[in-house]
């Protein structure tokens, strides 16, 4: 009779680990966020457009008004910077992340980079799909921006959709080699792209 309840016993001890919650349970949860992927890249927008307000970062008065369109292979970005220092030229960059919130900007974290590749100019084989080429403050410091930042996109949801991801404007001009982001300086505007 004792060997019979030592042989239940046993038996609902081992019942009641195969359903615990920390055995296979949790292991086939880990499992499933394991096989989980990054979403594919796209190669089209579902977006017609969007736009980013620029607003100043580390101390800076630089601001401004850009619009996005879906063009070629990317995005075309559009409009003017102002209180940039005269006659000077600036990295500008979409950086991962949409926060601002930082004084320096450094909220929006590193350059946009959904194909995982080095920095470089936007129209070499190898660059950050945020690469975009350097803009130029005239006399007053106004920067009139007509930029394209490839292999990015509007809208879907993809790895490379850019809708929510920041835009940085550096005190520097970005010089395309170092790594990983050009050497541009500190962030003197920042701004998150919105959708229409």
Known sequence: MKTALLATASALVLAACASS??????????????????????????????SVNLASASGSLVSGKLSLMPMDDGLHLTGEIGGLKPNSSHG?????????????????????????????????ATHHGGDMNNISANAEGVATVDVHAKGVVLGGGAANDAVGKAVIVHADPDDYTSQPSGNAGARVACGVISAG
Not at 36 to 43: I, N
Not at 95 to 118: I, L, T, V, Y
């Open 21 to 50: 919650p920390t055995g296979d349970a949790s292991d086939a949860g880990v499992d499933a966020a394991a096989s989980t992927s990054t979403p594919a890249l796209a190669t089209e927008s579902t977006l017609s457009g969007a």
């Open 92 to 124: 500008i960059h979409i950086h991962e992340k949409g926060d601002c919130s930082a004084a320096d900007a450094s909220s929006a974290g590193g350059h946009f980079n959904p194909g995982s590749e080095a920095h470089g100019k936007v129209d070499t």
